[in-house]
């Protein structure tokens, strides 16, 4: 059973990304306020849910939240400032659109930025283990997938209906044979390049 809070006197807000792994795409990241009296037995870890249980979940979980917000880190950004830098900013973008300021921030993860002057609790696996980390992983996922299907419109080749930009072998044999999109990640290695051994 998942806890729902680290300091039942303060107004938390959980947070988690999505999609730091992929080739392509953003980074998406969410801010979720839980109430006091808040109980769903079927949230869990977004990755430990299917994809029907993630969708059913979240207007389960807007509607019963103080707040939630989402925020997004573009592959340009992430260029720029790096994969982990950009899983902080999209952080703490969601948790800047929140309509209600949190007291303390739950981190998914053992690392992040401290945003302007709230006090935040780094919690590895947090997703698994706290309900409004799980609420935002959820939130997180399902509106990356959301975006990335759109993509897939776009440029239906890379196969980001199903792999939603991670690194699967249909995505990378795309890239092999088709080059980049304009969505790809440039900082990241897009190509798997086999070991030689030169005699």
Same mark, same amino acid.
């Given at each position: 059973?998942?806890?729902?809070?680290?300091?039942?006197?303060?107004?938390?807000?959980?947070?988690?990304?999505?999609?730091?792994?992929?080739?392509?795409?953003?980074?998406?990241?969410?801010?979720?306020?839980?109430?006091?009296?808040?109980?769903?037995?079927?949230?869990?870890?977004?990755?430990?849910?299917?994809?029907?249980?993630?969708?059913?979940?979240?207007?389960?979980?807007?509607?019963?939240?103080?707040?939630?917000?989402?925020?997004? $880190?573009?592959?340009?950004?992430?260029?720029?400032?790096? #994969?982990?830098? @950009? *899983?902080? &900013? %999209?952080?703490?973008?969601?948790?800047?659109?929140?309509?209600?300021?949190?007291?303390?921030?739950?981190?998914?993860?053992?690392?992040?930025?401290?945003?302007?002057?709230?006090?935040?609790?780094? $919690?590895?696996?947090?997703?698994?283990?706290?309900?409004? #980390?799980?609420? @935002? *992983?959820? &939130? %997180?996922?399902?509106?990356?997938?959301?975006?990335?299907?759109?993509?897939?419109?776009?440029?239906?080749?890379?196969?980001?209906?199903?792999?939603?930009?991670?690194?699967?072998?249909?995505?990378?044999?795309?890239?092999?044979?088709?080059?980049?999109?304009?969505?790809?990640?440039? *900082?990241?290695?897009?190509?798997?390049?086999?070991?030689?051994?030169?005699?």
């Amino acid at each position: 059973m998942l806890q729902l809070t680290l300091y039942p006197d303060l107004i938390e807000a959980g947070c988690d990304e999505a999609g730091r792994g992929c080739l392509a795409g953003p980074v998406f990241a969410a801010a979720v306020i839980l109430p006091q009296n808040f109980e769903c037995e079927a949230l869990n870890d977004s990755k430990q849910l299917s994809e029907k249980e993630r969708y059913t979940l979240r207007p389960f979980i807007e509607d019963h939240a103080i707040a939630w917000a989402v925020g997004i $880190v573009d592959h340009k950004e992430i260029d720029k400032i790096n #994969i982990l830098n @950009a *899983s902080f &900013l %999209a952080m703490q973008r969601a948790v800047a659109a929140l309509k209600t300021r949190p007291q303390h921030l739950l981190i998914d993860g053992n690392r992040f930025r401290k945003y302007e002057d709230i006090p935040h609790t780094c $919690v590895v696996k947090g997703d698994g283990k706290l309900l409004p #980390i799980a609420a @935002a *992983s959820v &939130l %997180a996922k399902t509106y990356r997938d959301d975006y990335m299907m759109g993509l897939h419109n776009e440029y239906p080749i890379y196969d980001w209906n199903h792999n939603k930009g991670y690194p699967t072998k249909k995505h990378r044999e795309a890239i092999k044979e088709h080059g980049i999109t304009p969505y790809h990640r440039l *900082s990241f290695n897009l190509e798997e390049k086999q070991l030689k051994l030169d005699f």
